[in-house]
């Protein structure tokens, strides 16, 4: 099975341990400024659409992890971070979620101290997965150590500000100028849901009811209608959607004409269709009709007030940026010291790849001629969605060998 696969983080992250398996009750669970300060801010990576910070655990780090409103209790992936001897004082439990595949163990614990700017929570609900089985690192192209959600937008009125990759969070209860457009939300198991108007291909306008969830890299997922299964449109392609607690997770992308936030109509919409059954369960119990992800959600500056039910949209630079399918049925991933190899990790049926054959194994050397130690992740996600019959060139090394393979990219969707 891949495990480095692309696309909908949501199986990964929207289900973590709606951590009523963590009922503890006997701290307080908000994050908390020292002294006087009213607010604090930090700058975030942007990788693959996901909001990537700084965190302390028990006075050391800083680790990488994601902000990540799809998630409840803190979920740390990379259990290194924690020395044997603090692993065995807690207690297992067994996590099974999206996927074809076995439950997960994992450990609870609410003996850590977590820290982000000068914001500290010191009894930290958290669930230690006891194997990185999602190696989220090689998928972003730098160590990732966990995750962090519920309890951080719980404690603060949060400015997300994609458009400066900073993340500004005042303490409740003081004046904080919100602007742009705002929508109320409800929130379920502590996790924000959005009534938004939305079309998709082939229907009339639905008033779709969407998780909404930063640590989904899509742009929008639909998994339920009227308590069944969300129609397939006519036209839609074949994808690896991620890969959830129990497995890879597969489906269909197709397109959506208008989802609407407020009086801003965002079009042509990337749409992803999971087929696990994990997934419709979940949106089942909630009533929701799929979720929202960041690379819709990228294209606004956010203020979130969970206090008061309501977040604001502010449209940023990003608002008319096309979205776009990788052209090339290329998957790549990152392994080996210092994730320095780029590797294929998955090949797309029918695509330009598989028709040049480009093979799952070969390794990345170089891309257009440019040396793969001068190219990030994201240049080459860019470069595979150049546009329609652009060729690419790539370098690649297989059973000892140096080989180009020049493919010619095709908007697939």
Avoid: W
């Avoid at 609410?110 to 500290?120: D, L, Y």
């Avoid at 608002?319 to 990790?345: C, N, P, W």
């Amino acid at each position: 099975m891949n495990r480095y696969c692309k696309g909908l983080l949501n199986s990964v992250l929207a289900l973590l341990i709606t951590v009523s398996l963590i009922s503890m009750d006997c701290h307080g669970q908000e994050f908390k400024f020292k002294g006087n300060r009213k607010k604090d801010q930090i700058s975030f990576r942007l990788l693959k659409n996901l909001i990537v910070i700084p965190v302390y655990i028990n006075k050391k780090g800083p680790y990488n992890f994601i902000l990540d409103t799809g998630v409840g209790s803190m979920l740390i992936t990379d259990p290194s971070i924690l020395d044997t001897a603090q692993r065995k004082k807690l207690r297992k439990v067994k996590v099974g979620g999206a996927g074809s595949g076995e439950d997960l163990d994992a450990y609870i614990s609410i003996i850590m101290e977590t820290q982000i700017g000068h914001a500290v929570l010191s009894y930290t609900p958290s669930a230690i997965l006891e194997e990185d089985f999602f190696s989220l690192s090689n998928y972003l192209g730098i160590p990732i150590h966990g995750l962090v959600g519920s309890y951080f937008f719980n404690s603060f009125v949060v400015k997300l500000k994609y458009s400066s990759r900073s993340l500004i969070f005042y303490k409740q209860g003081i004046p904080v100028r919100k602007k742009g457009i705002g929508i109320p939300v409800e929130m379920i198991y502590n996790k924000p849901y959005l009534r938004l108007a939305l079309q998709p291909k082939g229907m009339p306008l639905i008033n779709a009811k969407l998780l909404m969830d930063t640590g989904a890299s899509h742009a929008l997922s639909l998994e339920t209608l009227d308590g069944k299964k969300f129609p397939l449109p006519d036209v839609s392609i074949s994808a690896n959607l991620g890969v959830g607690f129990g497995g890879l997770v597969s489906g269909r992308i197709s397109r959506a004409p208008l989802l609407k936030i407020g009086r801003h109509a965002v079009n042509n919409i990337l749409v992803a269709y999971p087929d696990y059954e994990g997934g419709p369960a979940k949106a089942l119990l909630t009533g929701r009709n799929g979720i929202i992800g960041a690379d819709l959600l990228s294209r606004f500056d956010i203020t979130m007030d969970y206090e008061n039910n309501i977040v604001f949209f502010k449209p940023n630079q990003s608002l008319k940026r096309t979205f776009e399918h990788d052209m090339s049925g290329l998957e790549i991933y990152q392994e080996g010291e210092g994730l320095s190899a780029f590797i294929v990790g998955r090949i797309e049926k029918d695509s330009p790849a598989e028709q040049q054959d480009v093979r799952v194994g070969d390794e990345l050397l170089g891309v257009n001629l440019r040396p793969i130690i001068d190219l990030k992740m994201e240049d080459i996600d860019q470069m595979l969605k150049a546009g329609d019959g652009q060729r690419c060139i790539l370098k690649l090394y297989r059973d000892g060998e140096v080989i180009f393979k020049i493919i010619t990219l095709k908007k697939r969707i």
